[in-house]
């Protein structure tokens, strides 16, 4: 198909395709996946299930007291050191943040108060084009997989799909420099989701030692040779993604815990506590030091904590109806908001697949259109004189604060600017703002709640690393507080604590997360006496929404063509068994299997596991033995270990590996059995399979539901299941 010409055939039919091309093989058509109304994707799973051979238990029965302890505090010290690395990183980001947005604010204001007009916004204009584009170019043309929140990446690898390229150095680089100067060009993006990606990533190259591909490796740290382990670690640096993006380390565990992984266990999260909690006490360390004026414009530690309330809150049973209005239309609001955004996504899509060009200039088409509205729409809104009564000094010039000058005479006020022309944060920390009912009217309030909702959507599938909570928080805080200006004193609540119900409401019928997102909203405005409130709040737009479409996280994943599988198995699944839906033809091993047909199966096909049969004289009759992966056999024919007749040499073959050749190396490509080069003479050898099979992979008979069987698939974190008939003659495996 040309990239230059598109019927509408063939743009309905880019809306549809998924947004993550394949960089691994095609798809072969005699997959042994049965998947039911759904295509396979050619993405790689991962291996969570310990492989119980022979081979693992004389490794593991090896190991002393020594060895054991090694490993345990390996693993503790890799949590300490993702969140050592992971605060540093949170608190440069704010501060690059926080003094790249406030100079060029200061520098437009200033501009501005001497008259110079025209030349502020070209100066604003021009600092945003070049933030977005320098962030643009070094997303598509050095990592492709950093744009956007990361968050539905991260999650689907915790839920064992191995999307290619997520977790490099080259993604992590672009990540975090690509995610401060895209926040810091006004684009109405956050930094909690690409800092999610950022743990994910750090923990990722931490867990298997460095990167061999760029000369960065510590043979120390490689201790983590298996999926299992890198799925523990990358929950931890999740976890403590969250925790740096907002100072919120128990809503940064809580939200891995309820979101993103699929897969829990109690040490699991003792070390995701760990790490969040260190995130925490370096992040307090770090903004004790800009306390005493070191940090530039950072002031007193930017997004990581709002602080909007420390005095005590009073409400009454009359203001609980208002308060489920509030969660009604935000569960509304939230929905439509996923719809919006997943059109949108698709539409981009169409977009970029004309080139890395077209993903550029639409960044910088974005950027400008953004530019011209935040600049422009205060000077629709008049000049309001400083209130007697000023929580701040009024006006505010060369400074965040409630009170923007722009335009206005001396002693006034531009309540708009205060909120459009201003860093996200701010914005956000003007809305939670206590005692500011008469600050903001009622058409500024409502303009900028309208900027932000199409905005946020326009802005986040561009190509930069851009997170969905900051706009969702700003979105949802502007509409609380109009709310609370239509309510007006038919309530007790203040119009601040509005703005907060509907950030956290708006949250609620966007991310559909309860739990972790109360908690986090808690740690922001510092204040547990909002907890029944919020609640109330989360449960009702989280229920709202659930009728109309799914959380956004999950319609991304969908969109990206990530094959995540739900957590509830759909009805028509109980009326179907796994024999309804097991495809063949099979592929399987004898227990002592002849090297050419090893080869033969692993050339002609891409499956990862293969079911090992006994036959006589090794059995009475044909029985099942267990599976063999792929990069197992690979490493058995890399070795040579051959027998020139077929028989059983158990001890003699054991002796000729190490642990390390069946180590999986990470995000790094693997063996391909197109590498290894073998005689004539090899291939008419055999290989005794036995000490490397699982003798005990998981089974389920071929009466069981499906939806039984997708339960204890997801549940157990599995990549293999076999199907196995009542009957012992004409097995199947799936």
């Given amino acids: 198909m040309s990239t230059n010409h598109l019927s509408n055939g063939d743009s309905e039919s880019l809306l549809r395709r998924p947004l993550l091309s394949s960089q691994r093989s095609i798809v072969n058509s005699t997959s042994q996946v049965a998947i039911v109304g759904a295509n396979v994707c050619p993405i790689e799973s991962l291996d969570y299930e310990i492989f119980e051979n022979e081979f693992f238990k004389q490794d593991w029965r090896s190991r002393g007291l020594v060895q054991i302890f090694q490993y ?69 043309l050095i990592a492709p997989t950093a744009a956007g929140s990361g ?23 672009v990540k975090i420099i690509g995610s401060i100067t895209a926040v810091s060009s006004s684009l109405l993006i956050g930094k909690a989701g690409p800092m999610v990606h950022t743990g994910a990533c750090v923990a990722a190259l931490l867990g298997q030692g460095g990167s061999k591909r760029h000369g960065f490796t510590w043979k120390w740290l490689r201790f983590f040779k298996n999926d299992r382990d890198r799925r523990d670690i990358i929950t931890c640096g999740s976890a403590a993604g969250m925790a740096a993006a907002f100072r919120a380390p128990v809503g940064g565990v809580l939200f891995t815990l309820e979101e993103m992984a699929s897969w829990w266990r109690t040490a699991l999260l003792w070390r995701a506590f760990f790490t969040a909690a260190i995130v925490a006490i370096f992040l307090r360390a770090m903004i004790d030091i800009c306390l005493s004026g070191k940090c530039g414009l950072f002031g007193k530690g930017g997004l990581i904590m709002f602080d909007a309330y420390t005095a005590s809150i009073s409400y009454h049973s009359a203001d609980i109806p208002l308060v489920f209005f509030l969660g009604v239309i935000g569960g509304i609001l939230g929905s439509i908001y996923n719809y919006m955004l997943n059109k949108v996504l698709r539409i981009y899509n169409v977009i970029n697949e004309k080139g ?5 200039l639409l960044a910088c088409l974005i950027s400008i259109f953004t530019s011209c509205l935040l600049f422009g729409l205060p000077w629709l809104a008049s000049c309001r004189p400083c209130p007697p009564d000023a929580v701040e000094p009024c006006p505010t010039i060369g400074r965040s604060g409630i009170y923007k000058k722009f335009q206005c005479p001396p002693n006034h006020y531009n309540d708009l600017a205060s909120l459009i022309f201003n860093t996200n944060d701010d914005a956000i920390r003007n809305l939670f703002s206590r005692n500011t009912a008469s600050e903001f009217e009622f058409s500024s309030t409502f303009i900028f709640f309208i900027t932000c909702f199409f905005l946020s959507i326009f802005s986040c599938g561009v190509v930069v690393p851009a997170g969905l909570f900051v706009p969702i928080i700003v979105t949802g805080a502007s509409y609380g507080r109009i709310v609370g200006m239509l309510v007006g004193k038919n309530s007790n609540l203040n119009h601040g604590l509005y703005a907060v119900l509907g950030a956290a409401s708006f949250l609620g019928g966007s991310m559909r997360s309860t739990v972790s997102l ?7 405005t510092n204040n547990l006496l909002l ?12 229920t709202v929404a659930d009728v109309f479409n799914a959380n956004i996280y999950d319609l991304i994943m969908k969109a990206k063509g990530f094959p995540y599988l739900e957590t509830h198995a759909e009805p ?16 399987m091993f004898n227990a002592i299997e002849k090297v050419r047909n090893i080869v033969f199966v692993l050339k002609t096909t891409r499956h990862n596991g293969f079911p090992v049969i006994d036959e006589p004289p090794l059995s009475e009759a044909p029985v099942l033995f267990g599976i063999i992966l792929r990069a197992h056999l690979i490493a058995l024919l890399k070795k040579r270990a051959f027998l020139s007749v077929p028989m059983t040499m158990r001890d003699h073959v054991l002796k000729q590996f190490s642990a390390d050749d069946f180590a999986k190396n990470g995000s790094s490509k693997g063996e391909d059995i197109e590498d290894i080069q073998l005689t004539e003479e090899e ?26 069987a997708l339960t204890l698939f997801r549940e157990v974190g599995l990549r293999h299941m076999l199907v196995i008939p009542k009957i012992p003659s004409g097995a199947k495996f799936s």
């Avoid at 437009?108 to 320098?134: K, P």
């Avoid at 028509?572 to 592929?587: E, F, I, N, S």
């Avoid at 291939?683 to 009466?703: C, G, K, R, W």
């Fill in 572 to 587: 028509y699944m109980r009326q179907l068994t796994v024999a309804d839906v097991v495809t063949g033809p099979l592929q």
């Fill in 356 to 360: 890395t060009i077209c993903k550029i």
């Fill in 151 to 173: 968050i539905p990446e991260v999650k689907a690898y915790l839920n064992g799909v191995d999307a290619p390229g997520i977790f490099t150095v080259r993604t992590l680089f």
């Fill in 531 to 542: 907890l029944p409130l919020i609640m109330m709040v989360l449960l009702v737009s989280k």
């Fill in 683 to 708: 291939m008419d050898m055999f290989i005794d399979l036995h000490p490397f099979t699982n003798a005990s992979p998981y089974t389920v008979v071929e009466t069981m539901s499906l939806g039984k």
């Fill in 518 to 524: 109360c908690v986090i909203m808690l740690e922001l």
């Fill in 72 to 140: 345990i505090f390996m693993k503790w010290l890799l949590c300490f050191l993702i969140g050592m690395i992971l605060g540093l990183v949170g608190f440069c980001n704010n501060l690059a943040v926080e003094n790249l947005a406030g100079m060029k604010f200061v520098i437009t204001s200033n501009m501005m108060l001497e008259g110079r007009f025209l030349l502020a916004f070209v100066t604003f204009f021009a600092s945003n084009l070049c933030l977005t584009l320098f962030a643009s170019i070094i997303t598509a």
